[in-house]
């Protein structure tokens, strides 16, 4: 069966160093590899979209990787600041647009003034 | 910016009563999605609707669920008779109608069975 895999032990990081988040997935053939920020009793909020032809994605102190060989996306954020403490979620869309997009338990991500 | 906006934010219920969340979708958009999240638990989908039927949903969604989009506005997720597993939180997005893939959520209405 489809399983979307995220580290779900939270992550601690000091300040200012670049934390990297990983999501795996397995029996799956997604086109878009999306990432979501969620705080607590909130809903996810949209961060990054990356298609399956593309490597790499960057937007300000984010960047994600996508390997379809290894069916695998890294997430990292750069000079982490404790307003980026949240749990990423991983999300992935089947081919064909306007699928359902399927999400991983996310990893909960602390910085640590 | 425009945003999904839901009510209520949380609704506290008997086992066996039947609830009404209601979402209101940015106003361009043109697919509707329901999903839900247990405490500590992953976001789960529920249920997508275009065109004003569903397209797609899951085994989660069985017969005590219904959507409507009554008045082109509003979308709403109707839970017949509601059982303890039902606590959760409901969470509806939208999309544009283009292939963008984003997701647009709401802030969630929090629903308690008792």
């Known amino acids: 069966s489809q399983k979307i895999e995220q580290n779900s032990e939270a992550l601690n990081i000091q300040e200012g160093k670049t934390a990297t988040l990983t999501c795996n997935y397995t029996?799956?053939?997604?086109?878009?590899l999306q990432w979501y920020r969620q705080d607590p009793g909130r809903g996810p909020v949209f961060l990054l979209l990356?298609?399956?032809?593309?490597k790499e994605k960057r937007k300000e102190r984010l960047k994600v990787t996508f390997d379809t060989t290894l069916k695998q996306s890294l997430f990292h954020i750069t000079a982490s600041q404790p307003a980026d403490s949240a749990t990423y979620l991983c999300?992935?869309?089947?081919?064909?647009?306007?699928?359902?997009?399927?999400f991983g338990i996310g990893t909960k991500l602390q910085v640590i003034p | 910016e425009p945003e999904v906006t839901q009510t209520p934010s949380h609704q506290v219920t008997q086992m066996g009563q039947e609830v009404i969340l209601r979402c209101v979708p940015i106003?361009?958009?043109?697919?509707f999605y329901w999903y839900r999240q247990i405490l500590g638990q992953k976001v789960e989908f529920l249920v997508s609707?275009?065109?004003?039927?569903?397209?797609?949903k899951s085994e989660i969604f069985d017969d005590q669920f219904s959507v409507e989009r009554p008045d082109g506005s509003n979308f709403t997720l109707k839970i017949r008779s509601t059982k303890l597993e039902d606590s959760a939180m409901y969470f509806c997005?939208?999309?544009?109608?283009?292939?963008?893939?984003?997701?647009?959520f709401g802030e969630g209405s929090r629903l308690t069975v008792l």
């Open positions: 106003s361009n958009h043109l697919y």
């Open positions: 029996n799956y053939s997604p086109a878009y």
């Open positions: 609707f275009y065109n004003n039927e569903i397209s797609e």
């Open positions: 990356i298609r399956e032809n593309e």
């Open positions: 999300a992935l869309e089947r081919s064909g647009g306007y699928q359902k997009v399927t």
């Open positions: 997005a939208s999309q544009p109608g283009t292939s963008t893939g984003e997701l647009f």
